[in-house]
């Protein structure tokens, strides 16, 4: 079963997407906080990480710059979301700098999020 760890503190937001994720098959990982992404990554490897810019302690920016300079976190897609940063321009500028795998501007629909899913590691 194909992991993914969703990164975000807001509550609601965080049970939309896990629930849509997990009933299309995908196993999931929760992180409130942008340590608490960065030790579960570490500890748990997942297949793709979807998180959330605004966090406390470490922002996503931050915890997408983390894993991409790691080994592992090369090939772990990152998926950044931000209700903050909406201009598309800098979405497009944040995710190549950082070399996300991509930039959804909230609210986004949930099959948005499922199908860049499906894209970058398949079907769960």
Known sequence: MKRVLVVED???SLNIMTTYL????????????GQQALDLFELDHPDLMVVDVQLPRKNGFEVC???KRTDRGRSTPVLLMSAVYTDEEHA???SEE???DGYFVKPFPMMALLGRVRALIGEA
Do not use: C
């Open 65 to 67: 710059f983390e894993v």
């Open 98 to 100: 950082l070399h996300a």
């Open 10 to 12: 807001d509550p609601l």
């Open 92 to 94: 497009k500028r944040y």
């Open 22 to 33: 997990r009933a299309h098959g995908y196993d999931i990982l929760i992180a409130r906080t």
